[in-house]
């Protein structure tokens, strides 16, 4: 069943490098300009993941340009969380962070159960190949949620 369709959307993940920037990427592919639409992780520590880029762009999804942020940049820079209808967590981790901002904001948190494909496979292949199920549980998840693409 589709739910209503949100006027913004903050997806979130433990590091904003791999989960999060593809579903932020999928989301506005997929659906255009009909939400705002962010991604954030719990820490930023790393930089886009160049596997998340590669199976991204198979989509004719750009990533190489995506800047990792977490949430406590987000508000330093001024972005206000409260702003967003729902925050849709792809790891136990940002679920956990998004839960405890319930208890400043009034915001949706949904839990996206996506697996994490950076430890997954030996080769490039292998690798590839766990990336694009994590991508393609996110598009599923995405499609089942919001209905069918608008693009």
Partial sequence: ?????PQSV??????NAVRSPMAEGLMKKLYGQ???VQSAGVRNDMEIDG????????LG???SRHRSRSFDEMEQWGDDLSQFDLIVALSPASQ????????FYHLNVEYWPIIDPTGLGESREAKLQAYRQARDQI????????????T
């Fill in 34 to 36: 009909r939400a705002y």
């Fill in 96 to 103: 956990r962070l998004a839960l405890e901002l319930t208890r």
């Fill in 10 to 15: 903050l997806f979130c993940c433990d590091h």
């Fill in 51 to 58: 596997f998340s880029v590669a199976v991204c762009n198979e």
């Fill in 139 to 150: 598009r599923d998840r995405m499609e089942a949620r919001f209905g069918p693409a608008q």
């Fill in 1 to 5: 069943m589709v739910a209503d369709f």
């Fill in 61 to 63: 999804i750009e990533l």
